[in-house]
């Protein structure tokens, strides 16, 4: 005999539900071996119900279901695939006279035949089916699926009550729909624990995907006899007919629940959750409805699966988006911890969470629900210890970390993204305690009836229990919610690693600027300092009072400071004229002549800064030894522009003290001779000639330019002009050479926003040329310098074949352009989009005009 254990609470996860020796009542079973030859057991209510006397088993199947059934059942078995698919018959008459709906399927050795009486308005299945299926089809939003699957099944099977039931990361089942008779008490929203549906019933519905219980207090049928010749009992994994765990019945029972009926929804091949159906007097549901219910089950699982991946797929597209928004911003701004801190609020929509915190640089800054700055340097340290610089997440915190019981109801759950390699700096998202806000919904007065296994088997307690066990516990973190921080770790680590890079170049750069500025400023200094006192030294004229030595003294100096801020002004370039005004103002005196003569000339930053050092430097030296030193002196300054677009300055002294050429050079004779050569490429000589200093000096005509008016003239008409007259074609493609990813990305928005999508974007010259040689661009932006090269080759290409383009420095200045592409538009970087979309759609005209001419 099988050996039986008592059932009871401590023992049901291991009840052995699909052999349960019996069925319920409101049909009867015979099972035969594997051919359907020979009946071999039954249910004890089998002639009862088929409404015939003797013996069954070892009796062949014609002689209980008659030939014609018979036959039909075998030829319908052979086309089952496989248990979890019962071949269907409906209205098969027997030698009885009573109609049968008949379901029969193989499994294991044996054929399992179940047999019902017929429902006199028994629907087909298939049209039942689609009268259901047909109203879910058009549902683009899963919520609204779930909701409306409970009251398309409610309404066709006139339950009392329809729940989809939804089963978390741990086990527990949570109420997400419910429609329901008006005088019951409400379970929507509320959990249970995952002991009330134990692993064995959870593996059975993944099997069997519809269950049906006629009466819950009904008598379970033996089957005859319980245990085959080899000592094996009979299993009903397969079976509609199959019994009840008597526990499951006392928890309906205690529930007041006399019927139900379950429609498993399996989504990726795992459990998802029922569609749990609850009636408060015995029913047992027609076959021709059950298996409509079943089909609709399978295509509300399929359709379920369809909008979770949609929704998962946009909400890391949104994500995504999220991410690409925060890398521009980042691309734009020096001030990374600043950026980050502002930001928290956008970052917290990466994914569900209650409150999001920064800890970087050991300060703590936090939006929404979040523990204490107090706990944060030792949560850091802890999240360093386990998430070995990866994502780490946690959604009962407290159990790794004691001092989290102490905040769990606002953070009981963690997930750190890491902002770099060491254990330091975190990006954390904060998840509330699941239960704090969850009520029972239902009536408070609410009696339930109590078996004899207690009140853990009633609705109220069992939710009870849910509590006690999620207690200090968050709603878990998914693998989307896991995919989508390593994301954001991967984009804000390379922000920080980009941005440390940039610091650390910055810095040794200001090293290098300080020392210079330092030196310059010293000499500077001593410049300035013995120009003052030489104009506070020069006697008074004859004739004049104090009062008008102090008010020339005061204007000189001011004249003086004048100067000196217009050169510190002068970082975007400027006039030659202005800036020789600006140096030589201080020592225009009426005793003393400053003749200046020439073209009007526009000088870009690096001529500009390395043209005022020079000026700066023979201006003061006229001061204080040369032509300006003395009452009578004179200092003519003639410019003009060479035939190849050079700039010529002459500088001439006359009427000073006598010259002769210095004993050693110090820094200002070193500053005057090598710094137009060496930093611009020009030319400079200086010519000490007894009756006073002559110099010549050449600025190379890629530092030289039309005046800014002139400029900013044409460019206002042009560019309106280009503004209204042009617009991009859809299908323009440009050519992006950019070394950086982040500067790429940012000019890529630009030109989508210009309404360009199509761009090839190349980091290298030899990158560029391949993608050349795989297709030509309609127009192309290059970065003149790339680090390790300079984008020129591509520019000799694009030329050669007569596609337009433009440059783009972060230098401010021309320098690196051959004369050959003088003419070429400079854009400056950071990428400006109105000045981007003037320079490429005056590329693109210009182009159109040489095409035509």
Known sequence: MLNKTAVNLTNCDREPIHIPGSIQPHGCLIACDANAVTCLRHSANANETLGRDGEINGTPLEAILGDRAAHDLRNTLATVGSGSRPALQFGVQLPSGRAFDIAVHRHKSSTIIELEPASSDAEQPLTLARSLIGRLGDIEDVDRLINQAARLVRGLLNYDRVMVYRFEADGAGKVVSEVKRADLESFLGQYFPASDIPQQARSLYLRNTIRIISDASGERVPVVPELDASGEPLDLSFAHLRSVSPIHCEYLRNMGVAA?????????????????????????????????????????????????????????????????????????????????????????????????????????????????????????????????????????????????????????????????????????????????????????????????????????????????????????????????????????????????????????????????????????????????????????????????????????????????????????????????????SPYRTPSSTVELAGPAVWLDARAFSVMALVLHEMSTNAAKYGALSKAGGTVSISWKLLDGGDCELLWSETGGPGVSPPMRFGFGAALVDRSIPYDLGGESRVDYNPDGINARFVLPARHVAAPVETRRHEDAAGHAASVKETGFDGDLRVLLVEDQMLIAMDAENMLADQGISNVSVAASAADALQKLRAGAPHLAVLDINLGEGTSLPVAEELSRRGIPFVFATGYGDKSLIPSAFADVAVVCKPYNADALRRALTAALQSQNRRTTA
Not at 329 to 336: E, G, I, N, Q, Y
Not at 537 to 561: C, F, M, T, W
């Open 260 to 584: 139900s009926m379950s429609i498993s929804v399996i989504v990726d091949g795992a459990l998802w959750g029922l569609i749990a159906c609850h009636h408060y007097s015995a029913r047992s549901l027609p076959m021709a409805k059950r298996v409509a219910a079943e089909m609709f089950g399978e295509f509300f699982s399929l359709h379920l699966q369809a909008l979770k991946q949609k929704r998962t797929l946009e909400t890391a597209r949104i994500a995504r988006q999220a991410i690409d928004g925060f890398l521009k911003l980042a691309s734009r701004t020096a001030d990374l911890d600043a950026l980050l801190r502002d930001n928290l609020p956008e970052l917290a929509k990466l994914m569900p969470c209650d409150g999001v915190g920064l800890w970087k640089d050991k300060k703590w800054t936090a939006v929404g629900s979040a523990p204490a700055a107090d706990y944060i340097p030792d949560l850091s340290r802890h999240v360093g210890t386990v998430a070995d610089g990866k994502v780490w997440a946690s959604h009962s915190l407290s159990q790794g970390f004691p001092d989290a019981e102490d905040f769990s109801r606002d953070a009981a759950g963690l997930l750190a993204v890491p902002l770099s390699q060491r254990p330091k700096d975190y990006l954390f998202f904060f998840r509330k305690e699941l239960v704090q806000t969850l009520n029972w919904a239902g009536n408070p007065d609410k009696v339930y009836e109590v078996g004899p296994l207690g009140d853990r088997l009633t609705p109220r307690k069992s939710f009870a229990i849910w509590k006690e066990t999620v207690h200090m516990q968050s709603q878990p973190w998914t693998e989307a919610d896991r995919e989508i921080a390593e994301a954001a770790r991967i984009a804000l680590v390379e922000i920080v690693l980009h941005h440390n890079e940039l610091v650390a170049e910055e810095r040794d750069k200001a090293d290098v600027r300080q020392r210079m500025l330092n030196e310059e400023l010293n000499h500077r200094v001593k410049n300035i300092l013995a120009v003052i006192k030489s104009l506070v030294g020069h006697p008074v004229q004859e004739g004049r009072g104090l009062r008008d030595y102090v008010e020339a003294l005061k204007g000189r100096i001011q004249a003086l400071s004048f100067a000196h801020d217009q050169v510190v002004r002068g970082d975007g370039g400027g006039a030659l004229a202005d800036l020789l005004n600006a140096e030589l």
